[in-house]
Nanobody, 127 residues
């Protein structure tokens, strides 16, 4: 069992930055691929980024390319999402996820591929 706790959300002006963190419980963090999803009010959940077990491979969605970076520190059981040049359309609840398997980007974009989810952290970007 893995428990995920997100932090780092908040209110920021457009153009600003935030860094989300996700702390995982347990000693097997390095065996899980990790991801970030988000859900805005009235919209479907959306894939944001994913990172492989060792961190040598990452995927991200087109809308965040060049602005968001996913990374992980297995010694600290933590995955990060650095978000720069934030836009009002980035406003959403951001969820951290963990998956036993790693696959293609098409696979990792599917929420059903993930085995564990955090409670989410709110990110609000004002214009």
């Amino acid at each position: 069992q893995v428990q995920l706790v997100e932090s780092g959300g908040g209110l920021v002006q457009a153009g600003g930055s935030l860094r989300l963190s996700c702390k995982a419980s347990g000693r097997t963090f390095g065996r899980y691929a990790m991801g970030w999803f988000r859900q805005a009010p009235g919209k479907e959940r959306e894939f944001v980024a994913a990172i492989s077990w060792s961190g040598d491979m990452t995927y991200d969605t087109d809308s965040v390319k060049g602005r968001f970076t996913i990374s992980r520190d297995n010694a600290k059981n933590t995955v990060y999402l650095q978000m720069n040049s934030l836009k009002p359309e980035d406003t959403a609840v951001y969820f951290c996820t963990a998956a036993v398997r790693w696959g293609t980007i098409a696979t990792m974009m599917e929420g059903n591929e993930y085995d564990y989810w955090g409670q989410g952290t709110q990110v609000t970007v004002s214009s």
